[in-house]
């Protein structure tokens, strides 16, 4: 059975003998990085050795993440994007064996990580019908909850008062709350600050701001939870680059425009793509956010085969549902490309 990242190497293999393809199987925004981090970025490397500094992040962009997420400086921890950043998390807040839950379907990483540092992994079931919201999560047993919100790989938004139930649940057994909110500015209507004692939001700058290569993100923490952060960061990338956070800062101080535009480009090529998708005849949970569509059709029977087929002989790229958890029949589309383009995709699909 092939896997999410089999796939992703298999049509970069195809692209390199030359091979012409339609990518939609990896979230990558293919959109330009803004300017205003470019220049950020060049004069800093210019002014600058661009020696080591602070594992917790530089005290400037600390202090605009803490404006920017209402708490304090101390609650702040920068990392080299999301990913690190969860894989710390995980592994102070778990010794092996323990439990972790996550909402299925998930993001591969979650259950790598897990694996990578000998935990168990609860999926929390959840249906396309229900669109993909879960009832309630057992809490007994498990040490951690994560939650990505918006979902990859559905881009659906769980209800304002089930993350609320879900968070004071947790709290009452003293279960800490991971909220994986990688793209929570792209979603169509405003989502909510959620807080809590036990509540850990870890944000990037990924796909809000174009920044995939760039590898920059945060935590928003308890401060002993941070403290051991930045010693995590410590003995792993020591530090994230003094010039990729003065590319962060200068995005912070254009969010709105920056953020305002790419929600709107993601919100149009959803419903390019949604309307061209049930006119083919698959059958998804409408997306509620960018940057992706998890569908599936009548005759997909397995995802990963059907994946390998259409690359092949089509030409267009998707990532087969089974990277994201037991969802054989499902194929999640990132809507990375102009309106055209998707639209020549998914009548190839």
């Excluded at 061209?276 to 990963?304: C, M, Q, R, V």
Aim: hydrophobic content about 40%.
């Amino acid at each position: 059975m092939v896997n999410f990242y089999e796939l992703a190497e298999k049509a970069l293999e195809l692209e390199r003998s030359g091979k012409k393809l339609i990518r939609l199987n990896v979230g990558d925004s293919n959109l330009p990085t803004p300017k205003c981090a470019v220049d950020a970025a060049t004069i800093s490397m210019k002014k600058t050795k661009s020696g080591y500094v602070s594992a917790a992040g530089i005290m400037e962009f600390r202090e605009k993440i803490a404006n920017r997420e209402g708490c304090e400086v101390g609650n702040v921890v920068v990392g080299s994007g999301s990913k690190p950043l969860l894989y710390g998390l995980v592994s102070i807040l778990c010794k092996t064996g323990d439990a972790v839950a996550f909402p299925d379907p998930y993001w591969p990483a979650y259950e790598l990580i897990c694996k990578q540092l000998g935990l168990r992994y609860e999926n929390i079931k959840t249906n396309m019908e229900n669109r993909w919201n879960f009832n309630s999560v057992n809490l007994e047993q498990i040490k951690l909850l994560m939650i990505c919100n918006p979902l990859n790989p559905t881009s659906t938004v769980y209800p304002e008062e089930l993350i609320k139930k879900t968070i004071e649940e947790a709290a009452r057994k003293d279960i800490p709350v991971i909220l994986d909110e990688a793209y929570k500015d792209l979603a169509f209507k405003k989502i909510p600050r959620y807080t809590g004692d036990n509540v850990i939001r870890v944000r990037s700058f990924s796909k809000e701001f174009n920044m995939e290569g760039w590898r920059l993100g945060y935590a928003i923490a308890s401060k002993e939870i941070v403290k051991k952060m930045i010693s995590f960061n410590q003995i792993t990338t020591t530090c994230t680059p003094e010039f990729i956070q003065r590319a962060g800062i200068a995005c912070l101080d254009n969010e709105l425009e920056i953020v305002e535009s790419n929600r709107a480009i993601w919100k149009e090529r959803a419903k390019v793509a949604s309307a061209e998708l049930k006119k083919a005849g698959f059958e998804f949970a409408e997306p509620e956010s960018g940057i992706y569509i998890f569908a599936t059709h009548k005759k997909i029977t397995d995802s990963g085969k059907y994946a390998v087929e259409l690359l092949e002989k089509e030409g267009a790229v998707v990532a087969p549902g089974t990277g994201f958890g037991d969802h054989k029949k499902f194929v999640r589309i990132c809507l990375n490309q102009e309106p055209e383009t998707l639209r020549q995709a998914i009548s190839r699909m």
